[in-house]
Structure formats: structure tokens, C-alpha cells
């Protein structure tokens, strides 16, 4: 069974400071590793999908790596600022019907 | 814009009152998934619809029922709702295969039960 961790489950940082959000999963025959944005009481907002195949993908001040032979995800996040406060989730697809989430990374960013 | 649209926002309904959460998507997938996530909890799969063929979860409580009309409607229909039952639901939807598009959520309904 998939299993996916990831660390830390808090993080507080000052504005401008760039970061990492480390995922972690245990089966590694993945079809692609998304990263989720969730703002309190919101639903979910893709920020970046990245294949098994695929090494990283970037949007804007997110870089996000995956080691799937690892089993290992990074979300990198540059110049931090206040608005990028939320939840992050990570979330591994294998097959269409299974999506297995982390718990997430509440992230607090103070200006 | 295509997206996926989740009606009510939030929903307030009685212990045991039958209540029925509704999704639309614009995107023209053919996989639609409800998903129930609890406070500080991670988004846990209900069932789902590829394209008109009914996936349950094999811990999904009988008290959960859904219905798909066509391709871009999905409801969730909750028998008898209980205290439990509190949660933001999350509809999404996927295009088979969906290794190259990924996963597309709604904003999610919030339901209190009181």
C-alpha cells in the first residue's frame, strides 16, 4: 500500500526566505507526483504536476524535483512572501483511480 | 475558464436529514471522484465514476451514495447524516489516463451537521 510523508508538517519562515517542502512515498511504479496548494477551508489548487518520466518542473517561484527511484519529491519555493501561506499537499498517482495525499505542510509566512 | 464547480460552498443540515452535495465540470473528463477530508487530515477517496461505471471505496459507508447523470454533473447524496459526517467534501475530476493532465479539484463544500 502507498504511503506518502511528508516533512514537516509545520513551518514558519520571514518573508523573502526561500524553502523546501520535502514528500516522500514507498512505492516508487508511480504514474506522476502532483503538488496541491489548499488555503484554509478551500478546496485544492494544482501548482505543479510532474510525470514519472520528468526530472523537476517550474512555475514562476516553485521548482518542484522528483527522484522516483527514491522515492522522493521536492517542493522549492523561492523569495517566500506572505500570500504563499496554506497548506501544501503531495499527492502520487498510480493508475487513475488511486491518488494518495500526504497529510501536508502548513506553511505560515510572516511579513 | 474549464473548471470544476462545487455547490453549496457550505451547507448546514440536521442530524439525519438527507442532503445532496452537487459538482459540474467544464473540462470533459470522464473520471469524476468525491473526496472527504476532515480537519488536518488528507483528502480521503469516496468513490468515483469513470464515465458512467460506479467505483466504490471498500471502507466508503453505505450512508454515502452517488449519482452521475452525465459527463459533467456528479452528486454526493448523504442518507442520514451524522455528527461524523462533518467534513470538507472535494469533487475531481481526471481525463483516463491521467498521468499527462493530473488531477483537477473544486473549491470544496463545506458541510456542518448540527
Known amino acids: 500500500k502507498q504511503e506518502v510523508t511528508q516533512i514537516p508538517a509545520a513551518l514558519s519562515v520571514p518573508e523573502g526566505e526561500n524553502l523546501v517542502l520535502n514528500c516522500s512515498f514507498t512505492?516508487?511504479?508511480?504514474?506522476?507526483l502532483q503538488w496541491f496548494r489548499q488555503d484554509p477551508g478551500k478546496g485544492l489548487t494544482s501548482l505543479l504536476l510532474?510525470?514519472?518520466?520528468?526530472r523537476e518542473q517550474t512555475s514562476g517561484r516553485l521548482n518542484a524535483s522528483l527522484d522516483k527511484s527514491s522515492g522522493r519529491s521536492t517542493l522549492y519555493i523561492a523569495a517566500s512572501q506572505p500570500g504563499d501561506s496554506a497548506t501544501y499537499l503531495c499527492a502520487v498517482a498510480r493508475g487513475y483511480s488511486t491518488l494518495t495525499f500526504g497529510k501536508g505542510t502548513m506553511l505560515l509566512v510572516s511579513p | 475558464d474549464a473548471m470544476v464547480i462545487q455547490n453549496p460552498r457550505y451547507q448546514v443540515t440536521q442530524f439525519g436529514k438527507p442532503v445532496t452535495l452537487s459538482c459540474s465540470q467544464t473540462?470533459?473528463?470522464?473520471?469524476m471522484y468525491w473526496y472527504q477530508q476532515k480537519s488536518s487530515q488528507a483528502p480521503k477517496l469516496l468513490f468515483h465514476y469513470y464515465d458512467k461505471d460506479f467505483n466504490n471505496e471498500a471502507d466508503t459507508p453505505d450512508n454515502f451514495q452517488s449519482r452521475r447523470p452525465n459527463t459533467s454533473f456528479c452528486f454526493l447524496d448523504i442518507r442520514s447524516p451524522g455528527l461524523g459526517d462533518a467534513a470538507m467534501y472535494l469533487c475531481a475530476t481526471s481525463r483516463v489516463p491521467a498521468r499527462v493532465e493530473g488531477y483537477t479539484f473544486g473549491s470544496g463544500t463545506r458541510l456542518t451537521v448540527v
Open positions: 510532474i510525470q514519472s518520466s520528468q
Open positions: 512505492d516508487s511504479a508511480i504514474y506522476n
Open positions: 473540462l470533459n473528463h470522464n473520471v
